[in-house]
């Protein structure tokens, strides 16, 4: 693998772990091959029940509503698997109007939103420790089971903030209303309690100081951290074919220790 090539795939881990996202443009977007071909420049692509590399349009040829062409508020995806993927990639190969369609009708709308959870759990942890406590504590079911013969849970149930046994510090995030289970009593918090909570946490994630608003373009991949950054979109008309995957957080951070530091580093790193 050439070297040039290897200091981009640094520049572009490097962003990512920063940033919690980044955007590669100039993408052929004739067909899908080249998007995954990036996408496997990082690491593999992870097979769930949905399939490995998506390209997509929205058929309902999966009950979820990601197939679908309504609203979707700020999310995290495999919320209901034990280890959710680390990153996941978005390229919008293409977004044809709708029979009789005018620019007149205004934007055909699907644009994308980027939330950094982490930044809207530090906002939530400043206004209101008692609310990140308890959504840092009450662990919940979480669950996909939208599909005939598919019933897929985590090995135990999570929080939505999820914090480092070791430091005490934000790790990940879970947080998907419709793969959400019932709400039970955990460490001595009521479900009513929860609730309360979860409304101030929905309130901040929807704020224009925390929400980013983007249209995605042919051409262009985004790629994100999927324990971190927060993804949905508006409604859309017209027909939007979307392709992408998702990698597993472990091959992510294994690429990019080893694109931006030395092998000697890297052990080091990771033997103690």
């Keep these: 693998m050439d070297e040039a090539s290897e200091k981009g795939i640094a520049?572009?881990?490097s962003k990512i772990r920063v940033y919690g996202f980044a955007f590669v443009e100039g993408v052929?977007?004739?067909?899908a091959e080249d998007t995954k071909?990036?996408?496997?420049?990082i690491a593999f692509i992870r097979?769930?029940?949905y399939g490995g590399f998506y390209d997509f349009i929205p058929d309902l040829a999966k009950a979820d509503t990601a197939y679908t062409n309504i609203a979707l508020p700020a999310h995290?995806?495999?919320t209901y698997f034990t280890d959710p993927s680390g990153l996941q990639a978005f390229h919008m190969l293409s977004h044809i109007p709708p029979p009789n369609y005018s620019p007149e009708d205004g934007p055909m709308g699907g644009e994308s939103l980027l939330v950094d959870s982490f930044y809207a759990a530090k906002i939530?942890?400043?206004q209101d420790p008692k609310a990140y406590h308890i959504l840092s504590k009450v662990r919940l079911p979480w669950h996909a089971s939208g599909n005939e013969g598919i019933t897929i849970s985590p090995d135990k149930r999570y929080a939505v903030l999820e914090l480092s046994e070791e430091t005490g510090e934000l790790h990940r995030v879970r947080w998907n209303n419709d793969d959400r289970g019932v709400v039970p009593f955990d460490n001595g918090i009521d479900p009513v309690q929860w609730y309360d909570a979860a409304r101030k946490w929905e309130a901040?994630?929807?704020r224009p100081d925390v929400e980013y608003w983007t249209q995605l373009q042919p051409g262009q991949t985004l790629i994100f951290d999927n324990w971190r950054v927060m993804h949905g979109r508006s409604a859309f008309v017209g027909m939007r074919r979307m392709s992408g995957a998702y990698i597993n957080r472990d091959d992510f951070t294994s690429r990019w220790r080893n694109t931006n530091y030395p092998r000697e580093e890297v052990l080091k790193r990771v033997i103690g």
């Design 47 to 49: 097979e769930t029940h």
């Design 37 to 41: 071909k990036l996408l496997e420049r």
């Design 28 to 31: 052929p977007h004739e067909n």
């Design 76 to 78: 995290t995806d495999n």
């Design 204 to 206: 901040i994630l929807r």
């Design 11 to 13: 520049s572009l881990t």
């Design 124 to 126: 939530l942890k400043e």
